[in-house]
């Protein structure tokens, strides 16, 4: 048995029209598909309350004059010795305020007075001891008072930080020997109704 012979003849322009409409068609119907979004769009809030913190930190907690002889001053506003140095670690502005837990000088100059006195120091590339009240020297009270030593500190990280100065008179009937007392710095919160 023989089998039949087939013979193709292939028309090239025929094949070249049929490649080149299903290149076209794909293509326009890719890019309307592409073009066409299957979801609609929405919008979302998001909303998040931030705690307010207040929080001063001491970067120089210690303050030490050496000898002093009677009736001599010395202060820290030449940095020998170094003054306190108090940073705003929290996220609102705060008014500082400080007391001393003992008299400096006891009984031969009880507390407050001018023999041991404070006052807001500029760190160098900061101010933030900008009114007379706080840049003058003042007698460091005993109990808690609302004389503000610091008004609004910032916690912005430039301007968070302020030096304290303190002011030493020795008086003329003090007895011989060391001499001390600790302070106390509360930061108070002065967002006003940010925080309440």
Partial sequence: MKLPNFEFNINYELLAVV???AVTFASIF???????????FATGTVYVNVSCTT?????????????IDRDTSND????????????NDG??????????????????????NIYFQAACGNV??????????????SNIPLTPTTILKVVN?????????IEIDINVTVPNNVS??????????????NSGTICP
Avoid at 55 to 67: A, H
Wanted: glycine content about 6%; overall charge negative; hydrophobic content about 40%.
């Fill in 19 to 21: 490649l080149v409409s």
């Fill in 30 to 40: 890719n890019a309307v598909i592409l073009n066409t979004s299957p979801a609609g």
């Fill in 55 to 67: 929080s001063i930190i001491m970067l120089n907690n210690n303050v030490s004059f050496g000898t």
């Fill in 76 to 87: 820290t506003t030449d940095n020998i010795p170094l003054p306190f140095r108090i940073r």
């Fill in 91 to 112: 996220n609102v502005a705060v008014n500082i305020t400080l007391t001393a837990n003992s008299s400096l000088f006891s009984n031969e100059a009880p507390s407050p």
């Fill in 124 to 137: 160098t590339e900061e101010r933030n001891c900008s009114t007379a009240e706080t840049n003058a020297w």
């Fill in 153 to 161: 500190l910032s916690f912005t990280n430039t301007v968070d930080e």
């Fill in 176 to 189: 011989a020997g060391g001499k001390s007392a600790t302070l106390t710095f509360t930061g108070i919160d």
